[in-house]
């Protein structure tokens, strides 16, 4: 037999003693969502009958998670940073906000702070010549009407030739394969970078853990991530995901979208001043004006070495 105590007068009161609604302190946001954690929490544990072994199990996987700095990661793999943007897109259409290039998932590896540079810039260090395919990666941002936006930042960031990221890989130099490009009169960005890999999560990490337990991998396509911003213009958080890659459409953090899956040509003509064969990828955006001061700029989410 099930027993339910959760949903009781007394037990709605102890939780909202729990959650600071007995003082004048504090957050009353935070008290809040405290006290819908704790109803939901226990309601959880008592329509489930979860075992006092499953319990501390799961707070010993929270210790571990935080131990590896994987939470951010987790959040991705699960789906919750895609419903963020799902929400967020039927926010868009019932306040009637629409058009532009598609908004998708930042997740958890991006750093403050980049080179920048006008127009044109190299990306990567070098250090993975000769094994590393390089790429030539353009376009240009646009607003809704087709103008070209000059002086947008394009703020971009993707993994080496083995699918991780310099600052959360130590080995890679600093800011190597992160660069913010401010487009030119034309609103176009370049970039001279290499075909990055696709991410898989640590098989030895929580994460990947989990994943298991849920009878699923933990890879995602290869694939470019975006902050664009442009005065008068919506910030736009996207990423472009490559075609051919096997996980394009099976990615574990289901970030590819319609419109954000970009073509990359191999060419092996001596032109541009590559020995062999290098890739040509063009990725165009397309900005939504913005509704309000807040609306050009990046949510204001923790990030590694975030700017003063
Ligand atoms: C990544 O490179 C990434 O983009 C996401 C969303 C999750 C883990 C690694
Ligand atoms: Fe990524």
New binding site residues.
Partial sequence: MTVKIAHTAELQAFFEEAAGFSNDLGSTRLKTIVLRVLQDAARLIEDLDITDAEFWKAVDYLNRLGDRSEAG?LV?GLGI?HFLDLLQDAKDAQAGLSGGTPRT?E???YVAGAPLCEGTCRMDDGSEEGSATVMFLEGRVFDLHGEPLAGATVDLWH?NTRGT?SFFDPSQSEFNLRRRIVTDAQGRYRARSIVPSG?GCDPRGPTQECLNLLGRHGQ?PA?V?FFISAPGHRHLTTQINLAGDRYLWDDF?Y?TREGLVGEVTFREDGARGVAGRYAELNFDFRLQPATDAAAERRSARPRALQEA
Avoid: F
Wanted: proline residues 7%; aromatic residues 14%.
């Fill in positions: 990661l991705a940073e998932i997740g958890p590896l993994a990221y991410y995602r694939h991530h953090a970030a």
